[in-house]
């Protein structure tokens, strides 16, 4: 049973730059969500895809955008890079039982990226 | 305001003692879920535990134990006999039925188990 996936694992940019991360769920899972790491901070949540939309949105500028594809899949995309923006970005599944929410969210290893 | 603390940034304990997690959370919901997670230097968050605000039962997992608390609304989380494989940063995080599934992560506690 495959867990979550994320690539490329590091990853160096510039700022102004844009960067795409990847993101496989777990297998049987249909919701991803994303969350930016900085170092010594707690994951904060960027957004939720379910269905291919976005359903939630944390306190993040437009520069985040995302996609989620019809086999679950999900791209994280940000515009004009920031110095700020370095951090752990890390990719959680869940499966939307029902229509409930807060199933449990696992989670994959994390791109780190560092912008220059 | 933060929703999830964890006032405890450090702590290190000699291999076999115990050791508790605390972690106070914030929440005007009735329904909502408690989470521990473990994140290792490889940066991957390994989900310990679950708890739903309904359920105010103590759990015990091996080493493991959760205590959770709706009356100074706390879920600390207790290891007995740490070994060094416990070593990592912990979170936790709550989830709340009126904003769906996102996650309020703490700041971690990042626990050292001394051999």
């Known amino acids: 049973d495959a867990g979550v996936t994320q690539s490329p694992t590091h990853l160096i940019k510039t700022r102004g730059q844009q960067v795409t991360l990847r993101c496989s769920p777990k297998?049987?899972?249909?919701?991803v969500s994303w969350y930016q790491q900085a170092l010594g901070q707690g994951p904060q949540f960027i957004f939720q895809?379910?269905?291919?939309?976005?359903?939630q949105r944390g306190n993040f500028p437009d520069r985040f955008s995302g996609h989620q594809f019809p086999n679950y899949s999900s791209e994280l995309n940000v515009n004009a890079l920031l110095l700020g923006d370095s951090a752990l970005y890390l990719c959680?599944?869940?499966?939307?039982?029902?229509?409930?929410?807060?199933?449990?969210?696992?989670f994959g290893p994390g791109t780190r990226l560092l912008v220059l | 305001a933060q929703k999830v603390t964890q006032a405890q940034t450090e702590i290190s304990v000699v291999e076999k003692e115990d050791v508790t997690l605390d972690c106070v959370y914030e929440?005007?919901?009735?329904?909502?879920?408690l989470f521990w997670y473990k994140q290792p230097p490889s940066g991957e968050l390994v989900f310990l535990i679950r708890?739903?605000?309904?359920?105010?039962q103590n759990e015990i997992s091996g080493r493991y134990s959760w205590n959770f608390q709706k009356s100074t609304s706390s879920f600390n989380f207790t290891i007995t006999a740490s070994q060094v494989v416990d070593s990592a940063v912990y979170f936790c995080?709550?989830?709340?039925?009126?904003?769906?599934?996102?996650?309020?992560f703490g700041t971690g506690t990042s626990l050292t188990v001394i051999p």
């Open positions: 959680a599944s869940s499966l939307e039982a029902s229509g409930r929410a807060y199933e449990t969210q696992y």
């Open positions: 297998s049987g899972h249909d919701t």
């Open positions: 895809y379910y269905e291919e939309e976005e359903r």
């Open positions: 929440t005007r919901d009735t329904t909502y879920y």
């Open positions: 708890r739903n605000s309904f359920d105010e």
């Open positions: 995080a709550l989830s709340e039925a009126s904003t769906g599934n996102q996650f309020y």
